[in-house]
């Protein structure tokens, strides 16, 4: 059988959906990716075939309508959600030609998309395929579909839909006691770490005598980004780590390599770079981050408690909810991050309920069905 996974314009969209694709070719299904052509490599490096959709990276759809003018994130939070499903569905437009001409060639049997990969559900529609969606994070879409929806108006009325295509299959792999209410009926899956590996060093899974903390605002990095751009994009990193240095904890940061390379002129001191997380996670005792999906997940995979510094309006109730449940601190838009941070760390990595709250999500995670077990939900769907 033959099974298309549509990812986005960045690491996070490909490793979320790895662990479910790996688990379909490792059945013996035909699996192929498709991305942004500059996320080629990170399709490739988790061993799935990688095809392009677009050339343009994940930044022209953020900063470029569909006629090629300028436009800026908007400032009212609610505003930057349904932005943020725009840029989404434009990104599904320039896709289409591409996926198309791939249907046309090697016709899947099935498409799968990641939570904002709005164009598997129209070319599932157009092809009259089976659709599934399939949640990337524990990151609700509420306030950013309706965002998509109005950018597509003119996709969707192309296939007599006055709404965005509903999935067949939803798949969720939010734990349960973190969904948020009212959340729509799924079909539940394990999360598993899918992030790329490199060649691992003995402190990256071993712990040292001071508590570790791990910061990291996620791999947003553009190609060819400069010197400027780095430090502004990844502000709240930088900030982070003058932060947290001073503090009595071993302080690890991960980071994109010509990130890291920033970081280690002013902090030769520091580990810094491609850290492989599910390998280090479990070897901390506090994940600092942006409020990626991908991240917090992983941080609950492993047990380990977080501090969540939300990076957007969308981000906010995910990373409450972890927080409310006892498994981490969030840190609200409007507080000052300097002030706040510091005694917040010394409690986290002091207060052992965290690390219980945390583990108890890591093992209701465990009993959640495996990506394989999945894969057979997959096949009778695409059989009828």
């Known amino acids: 059988m033959r099974m298309l996974f549509v990812s986005g314009g960045s ?19 035909t699996v192929m990716m498709a991305a942004t052509d500059d996320m080629m490599s990170n399709v490739a490096g988790v061993g799935l075939p ?9 930044w022209y759809f953020i900063s470029t309508d569909r006629e090629g003018r300028p436009v800026r994130i908007p400032d009212d939070p609610l505003a930057q959600a349904r932005f943020t499903g725009e840029w989404f569905a434009r990104m599904a437009v320039a896709g289409m030609p591409a996926l198309r001409q ?27 395929l089976p659709y599934v969606r399939h949640a990337w994070d524990a990151i609700e879409t509420t306030d950013i579909d309706p965002g998509a929806e109005q950018e597509l108006r003119p996709e969707l009325a192309e296939l007599g839909l006055d709404g965005l295509p509903a999935p067949d299959l939803f798949i969720d792999v939010c734990p349960p006691s973190l969904r948020p209410p009212r959340a729509e009926p799924a079909q539940f899956m394990r999360w598993a770490p899918g992030n790329r590996q490199r060649k691992l060093e003995r402190w990256m899974y071993t712990r040292g005598e001071r508590p570790r903390v791990l910061v990291t605002s996620g791999s947003r990095l553009a190609p060819a980004a400069g010197h400027e751009h780095l430090r502004s994009l990844y502000a709240l990193l930088f900030d982070l780590v003058a932060i947290v240095a001073p503090l009595d904890v071993e302080l690890l940061v991960a980071a994109p390599e010509a990130v890291a390379a920033e970081v280690n002129a002013e902090r030769p001191d520091l580990r810094a770079g491609w850290i492989p997380m599910d390998v280090v996670a479990p070897t901390c005792d506090l994940i600092v981050h942006h409020g990626g999906g991908v991240t917090s997940l992983t941080a609950l995979h492993a047990g380990v408690p977080q ?31 300097a002030t706040v941070v510091p005694p917040a760390v010394e409690k986290v990595v002091s207060d052992r309920s965290y690390a219980e709250r945390a583990r108890v999500v890591a093992d209701e995670m465990t009993t959640l069905p495996l990506p394989s077990e999945v894969v057979d939900v997959l096949a009778r769907l695409a059989k009828g």
């Open 307 to 337: 501090m969540v510094i939300p990076q957007g309006h969308v981000l906010v109730p995910a990373a409450s909810r972890i927080s409310d449940f006892g498994a981490g601190v969030t840190v609200l838009p409007g507080e000052d991050v």
């Open 11 to 29: 690491p996070a969209t490909v490793f979320a959906l790895a662990p479910l694709a790996a688990a379909a070719r490792n059945a013996g299904h």
């Open 102 to 128: 791939l249907a046309e060639d090697w016709r899947p049997d099935l498409v799968v998309g990641g939570s904002l990969s709005y164009a598997a559900g129209l070319l599932a529609r157009e092809l009259d």
């Open 50 to 58: 990688a095809v392009p959709f677009t050339d343009r990276s994940i």
